[in-house]
Each structure stands twice: as structure tokens, then as C-alpha cells.
């Protein structure tokens, strides 16, 4: 398959980038800092604006499917992620290929434990309505789109032993490198279209 990564220098892209060249597909990262990926034979490195819609597009053609591990930092009030859900939305459109997987966060869920329904309304208070802006972009007829919920993320090793729940949180925690390995799997054979599904080992 043909993967376009955004967000690959990050903690999940990272490892996106890493099974997806194990398991042998062809893979563009659009970054911002191609010098920070190793290069490989699989890998185009793409230095890319992820708010132009039309440079976007240019670099996104003919491609089988767009997955995101974008993720500012910034915990304050920002419109960063949903300018960035539209723009990816509309180079999608403009260029023909529909599906996409979004890594968001577990604390749009309803139910999120009693840890995270204690940040939320602190740590998480500004983060949740660009999040949730983000996933209305994605979220349209047009696109075969799936949103990625994980919980509380950690730099554990990969044990493909995730559980995966349709619209709820299964758990409380999981690896970076198991997120990125059920995108993958959830690209070669999609079972979740048009699903927010939680993941957690």
C-alpha cells in the first residue's frame, strides 16, 4: 500500500513509520523536518504545510490512505487541530483519496475513568473543543474515515495484545507503538469505517 504519514517525527509517527516500512509499504512522512527520519529505500520525506490545502494535495495524490498522529502540545486555547482537520479534509477532496485514520484523545469519550474526568475540566479543559473540532472535519460522508481514541500514552514496548472498543474506552493505557500498529493493521484490512474506537492494551 501507499501510506501518507503526517505527523511522523512524533512519538506514535514515529513507530507508523516503522511498521509500515516492516511490513513493507511504500510510505511518504509529510513533515515539517524531513532531517529528523532516517532515510529509506520505501520512504519518501516530504517537507510539507499542514494548513495549504493545495500543497497538500499535490503531495497526497495517489495514495491509499492518510493516517494521522498529528498532535500539538500546546494545552492552551487553539484552533490548531481543527484548521488542520479541515485543510487535510479538503486536499483529501481534492485529490480523491477517502480514507483516513486520526489519532485524537480518550477524554472525548463519555466515560473516562475517574483520573481523566478529573483532568478534564483542568488539563484538558482547552484541548477538547479543538480535538472535537478536528474530528468533525474528518468526520464527513465523503471520507471513509475512522477516529483513533487511545488512552494515557506510554513508551512500552509493542505487544499487538490491545483491545479495540467501537465508541468506548476499553482500557486505560496503552504503548505509542501499539496505537501505530493497529493503524497500520486497520489500513491493510479496515474494519472500523466510520467508527471513534478506543484502544488500550
Not at 3 to 22: C, D, K, N
Not at 173 to 195: C, G, K, N, Y
Request: one cysteine or more; aromatic letters at 6%; glycine letters at 8%.
Amino acid at each position: 500500500m501507499r501510506l501518507f504519514i503526517i505527523g511522523a517525527t512524533g512519538g506514535i509517527g514515529q513507530h507508523l513509520v516503522r511498521i509500515g516500512l516492516e511490513r513493507g509499504h511504500e510510505l511518504t512522512a509529510y513533515v515539517r523536518s524531513p532531517h529528523k527520519i532516517a532515510p529509506h529505500k520505501q520512504l519518501n520525506l516530504v517537507r510539507g504545510d499542514l494548513f495549504n490545502v493545495g500543497a497538500m494535495a499535490r503531495s497526497l495524490a495517489e495514495h491509499d490512505a492518510v493516517l494521522s498522529a498529528f498532535g500539538p502540545t500546546t494545552i492552551r486555547t487553539t484552533t490548531l487541530r481543527r484548521d488542520f482537520g479541515r485543510t487535510l479534509a479538503s486536499a483529501m477532496e481534492e485529490c480523491g483519496v477517502r480514507r483516513v485514520q486520526i489519532v485524537s484523545a480518550a477524554f472525548l469519550f463519555r466515560k473516562i475513568g475517574i483520573l481523566g474526568a478529573l483532568l478534564k475540566p483542568t488539563l484538558f479543559r482547552f484541548m477538547a473543543p479543538d480535538m472535537a473540532a478536528m474530528e468533525r472535519e474528518i468526520m464527513k460522508d465523503e471520507l471513509a474515515w475512522t477516529i483513533v481514541r487511545p488512552p494515557r500514552l506510554t513508551n512500552g514496548a509493542l505487544t499487538r495484545g490491545y483491545r479495540i472498543a467501537d465508541g468506548e474506552l476499553p482500557g486505560h493505557v496503552i504503548s505509542r507503538a501499539d496505537v501505530a500498529d493497529f493503524m497500520i493493521q486497520e489500513a491493510e484490512t479496515p474494519a472500523h469505517l466510520h467508527q471513534i474506537v478506543g484502544v488500550a492494551d
